[in-house]
């Protein structure tokens, strides 16, 4: 008797390869749950950025790895739930914020965004090679910083030179690291699943 799951398709992101088919809606209900609230903790790490409004911090890492593993649509819907919840007073941005009057909030805003774009990469396998994932991960940490960048010159009156230095140039190291961990992580899960499979 065989044990072995169905073999992995094409267009598939990892959240696909769940064995849910009877309760598939409850399953991608948990995911977007799940993946909000996986994005709030990670926010709470966070570490000050001398000169800037922005901190480093997991939430970028967590919407980026959410949208991947879960799909533009589930990756999406993920962060919405996530900007929602926050701009209504829950504190789960970073340090333990909330609200819609911040200069960090385009951060968030391409985030979601950032989610849904990674996620579509994915389902085109965008996350199963090393150089994959470095790709997919440089565009959605560009689509962050596209949105959030120039909200953070609009929302403090910044010109767009000074925002890019607070709120791009000092995160760039972090943002490679980010990217080795995924480049690292997504692969491998692809291959132990497939094996599986």
Same mark, same amino acid.
Request: charged residues 10%; proline residues 6%.
């Given at each position: 008797?065989?044990?072995?799951?169905?073999? /992995?398709?094409?267009?598939?992101?990892?959240?696909? *390869?769940?064995?849910?088919?009877?309760?598939? #809606?409850? $399953?991608?209900?948990?995911?977007?749950? %799940?993946?909000?609230?996986?994005?709030?903790?990670? +926010?709470?790490?966070?570490?000050?950025?001398? %000169?800037?409004? /922005?901190? $480093?911090?997991?939430?970028?890492?967590?919407?980026?790895?959410?949208? =991947?593993?879960?799909?533009?649509?589930?990756?999406?819907?993920?962060?919405?739930?996530? +900007?929602?919840?926050?701009?209504?007073?829950? &504190?789960?941005?970073?340090? !333990? =914020?909330? %609200? #819609?009057?911040?200069?960090? *909030? !385009? #951060?968030?805003? !391409?985030?979601?965004?950032?989610?849904?774009? $990674?996620?579509? *990469?994915?389902?085109?396998?965008?996350?199963?090679?090393v150089l994959r994932t470095a790709g997919t991960m440089a565009v959605g940490s560009a689509v962050v910083y596209a949105v959030g960048v120039p909200y953070l010159a609009l929302s403090t009156g910044?010109?767009?030179?000074?925002?890019?230095?607070?709120?791009?140039? &000092?995160?760039?190291?972090?943002? +490679?690291?980010?990217?080795?961990?995924?480049? %690292?992580?997504? &692969?491998?899960?692809?291959?132990?699943?497939?094996?599986?499979?």
């Amino acid at each position: 008797m065989s044990t072995a799951a169905a073999p /992995v398709r094409s267009g598939a992101v990892l959240a696909d *390869l769940l064995p849910a088919a009877r309760h598939r #809606y409850a $399953v991608d209900a948990a995911l977007v749950l %799940g993946g909000a609230a996986l994005t709030g903790l990670a +926010a709470q790490i966070a570490v000050p950025v001398p %000169g800037s409004p /922005v901190p $480093v911090t997991g939430q970028t890492f967590a919407a980026l790895l959410i949208g =991947t593993a879960l799909g533009a649509r589930r990756g999406f819907l993920s962060l919405a739930l996530y +900007a929602l919840v926050g701009m209504a007073g829950v &504190p789960w941005f970073a340090e !333990g =914020t909330s %609200g #819609y009057a911040m200069p960090s *909030l !385009g #951060y968030v805003f !391409g985030m979601l965004l950032a989610a849904t774009v $990674v996620g579509a *990469l994915a389902r085109r396998g965008g996350d199963r090679s090393v150089l994959r994932t470095a790709g997919t991960m440089a565009v959605g940490s560009a689509v962050v910083y596209a949105v959030g960048v120039p909200y953070l010159a609009l929302s403090t009156g910044m010109s767009l030179s000074a925002a890019v230095a607070a709120g791009l140039t &000092p995160f760039l190291i972090g943002d +490679a690291l980010k990217a080795l961990l995924a480049m %690292g992580a997504l &692969p491998a899960a692809w291959k132990l699943l497939g094996r599986r499979g």
